[in-house]
C-alpha cells in the first residue's frame, strides 16, 4: 500500500508541477543576498568553488541545499520547494536547481524553470559551442531552452592496461578498440578474458547505458510500453554472460563492483563517462591506478549529466546568468576544467583544443582520452527521452536481476517489471 501511495503522490507531484504553480518567471530588479542552489551532491559545489566563486559578490552568500539522491530523496525535496516558491522569504528562494538527464524533461516543460535566453539574458552566441544534444535535453515544447551544462557525458569502454597486454597481446587504446570494435569481437574476447581468469565485465547492470542509450524509440508511445531491440540485446548478453561466467554477478554500484576496479580485481573493464573515472573508480591505496585506458567500444553512447536550472521566482537572475557564463559558456573556463577536473566539457571548440593537447591523464597512464570523446559527443541524440526514463531504466534493470540470477524465468521477469510499472504509472499499460 505504502509503495502504491507514493506511486501515486510521485505522479500526482508530475501533474502539479505542470500546472499548479503560479510563479512568474521574471527577475526583480534588486539582487539578493543568499544564492541557494540544490545539489544532490557536492560535484557542482566543487566546480563552482573552483571556477567561480571568486568572482562571487562579496555581500552575497552561497548556500547548498544538498539531498542525496537515493529513494528519489532530491527530487521530492525539490519538488516540495517549488510548490511553495512563490510564497516562500526572498533569502529562501530557489536560485538554482540541478537536474540529472534520466529525469530532465520533469521540470523542462513547467513553469518553475527560466528560459535560459528570455528570461536570464543568454544569447545563441554565448551558446554557440555548446553541444547540440545537452540543448536538446533542455529544450521544452514550445522551443525555450531551460537549463545548461558544464559537461557532455559521452561514453566508453574503460579497461585494465595489464590484463590488455596479457590476454589481447596490447595495452594501447587504438589497438585495444580494434578488437572490441563491435559487439561480436567485444563477445570473443569475453571469452578469452574468461579463459585467463578475468571477467569481462563486473555484473548485471554494466552494459545497460551503451543499450539503452542506443534505443530508436521511448520507453512509451501513447501510454503503452515500448521494448525496444537494444534492451532485448542488452538482457540477452547480460545473461549469457551470467550463465558463462564472463561477469562478477555484481549489481553496479555495490562493493563488489567496486571491488573488482582495484589492483587485486579481476574485472577487465568497465562501461562510462568520463565522469565514472573520478566519482566510481578508486584511486586510493589499493586501487589499480595508472592501470587503466579508455577507448570508445563496440558502440558509442551517452551517460548521464547534470544541468543548472535557474529557478522562477529567483531574485538573483543576474548572478544566474554570470554563473551560466562563466562555468557552461566559456572557452578559457572550459579548458581548464577538463585539463584539472577530467570532465569532458560541454564545448566543442575548448575540447578539440584539449584533444589535440599535450595533456594526460594520470589515471589513465598518461593517454589523453578526450580524443576518444569528440565524435561521439557530436552524434548523440537524445530524441528517444521520455519522462519516464528514470522509472523505466530502474525497474527494467530490478526486474531482470532476478532473471539473471536464476530466481525467475524470462516469462515471470517480464511480468514483474510489467506490474512494477503500472504500480508507479498507474496511465501506463502493455
Known amino acids: 500500500m505504502k509503495k502504491l501511495v507514493a506511486a501515486a503522490l510521485a505522479v500526482a507531484s508530475l501533474v502539479t508541477l505542470m500546472s499548479c504553480n503560479k510563479a512568474e518567471p521574471t527577475a526583480a530588479k534588486e539582487e539578493g543576498k543568499v544564492l541557494n542552489i540544490y545539489v544532490w551532491n557536492d560535484e557542482f559545489a566543487d566546480r563552482f568553488n573552483s571556477y567561480y566563486a571568486a568572482k562571487l559578490p562579496a555581500d552575497v552568500k552561497v548556500n547548498f541545499v544538498q539531498t542525496p539522491n537515493q529513494d528519489n530523496a532530491y527530487q521530492n525535496k525539490l519538488d516540495e520547494a517549488l510548490l511553495v516558491q512563490d510564497k516562500a522569504a526572498a533569502d529562501a528562494k530557489i536560485d538554482i536547481f540541478l537536474v540529472e538527464a534520466d529525469y530532465a524533461l520533469k521540470y523542462v516543460d513547467t513553469p518553475y524553470t527560466l528560459d535560459v535566453k528570455k528570461d536570464i539574458g543568454l544569447t545563441d552566441a554565448d551558446l554557440a559551442n555548446q553541444y547540440k544534444y545537452t540543448k536538446d535535453i533542455m529544450t521544452d515544447s514550445k522551443g525555450n531552452l531551460k537549463g545548461v551544462s558544464w559537461q557532455a ?159 522562477a521566482g529567483s531574485d538573483n537572475v543576474a548572478l544566474i546568468k554570470d554563473i551560466m557564463l562563466t562555468l557552461t559558456c566559456d572557452a578559457d573556463t572550459m579548458t581548464t576544467l577538463a585539463k584539472e577536473k577530467g570532465d569532458f566539457a560541454n564545448n566543442e571548440k575548448a ?80
Not at 288 to 308: I, V
Not at 374 to 398: F, H, P, R, T, V
Not at 399 to 417: C, H, P, Q, R, S
Open 153 to 311: 557525458c559521452p561514453g566508453g569502454f574503460l579497461y585494465r592496461r595489464s590484463y590488455a597486454k596479457e590476454v589481447l597481446g596490447t595495452d594501447e587504446p587504438s589497438e585495444v578498440q580494434e578488437k572490441l570494435a563491435d559487439w561480436a569481437k567485444f563477445n570473443a574476447v569475453a571469452a578469452d578474458m574468461k579463459a585467463a581468469g578475468y571477467y569481462m565485465l563486473s555484473g548485471y547492470d554494466d552494459a545497460f547505458r551503451a543499450f539503452s542509450d542506443n534505443m530508436t524509440q521511448p520507453w512509451v508511445v501513447d501510454n503503452k510500453i515500448v521494448i525496444d531491440p537494444q534492451i532485448q540485446a542488452w538482457i540477452d548478453q547480460t545473461k549469457e554472460y551470467t550463465d558463462k561466467g564472463y561477469n562478477n554477478k555484481a549489481s553496479l554500484w555495490s562493493a563488489e563492483s567496486t571491488q573488482g576496479m582495484m589492483e587485486d580485481g579481476k574485472v577487465f573493464g568497465y562501461f562510462g563517462p568520463a565522469w565514472f573515472i573520478d566519482f566510481c573508480m578508486p584511486h586510493d591505496e589499493g586501487s589499480a591506478f595508472g592501470d587503466w585506458a579508455f577507448c570508445k567500444g563496440p558502440q558509442g553512447f551517452s551517460w548521464g549529466g547534470t544541468w543548472l536550472c535557474g529557478a
Open 351 to 430: 575540447m578539440a583544443a584539449v584533444a589535440a593537447s599535450d595533456y594526460g591523464n594520470d589515471f589513465l597512464a598518461g593517454q589523453n582520452h578526450m580524443a576518444f570523446f569528440l565524435d561521439s559527443a557530436k552524434s548523440i541524440d537524445k530524441s528517444c527521452m521520455s519522462m519516464y526514463d528514470q522509472g523505466m531504466n530502474e525497474k527494467i534493470q530490478s526486474a531482470m536481476k532476478d532473471y539473471f540470477e536464476g530466481l525467475v524465468d524470462i516469462d515471470t521477469a517480464w511480468a514483474n517489471f510489467y506490474t512494477s510499472v503500472t504500480e508507479t504509472y498507474p496511465n501506463l499499460s502493455k
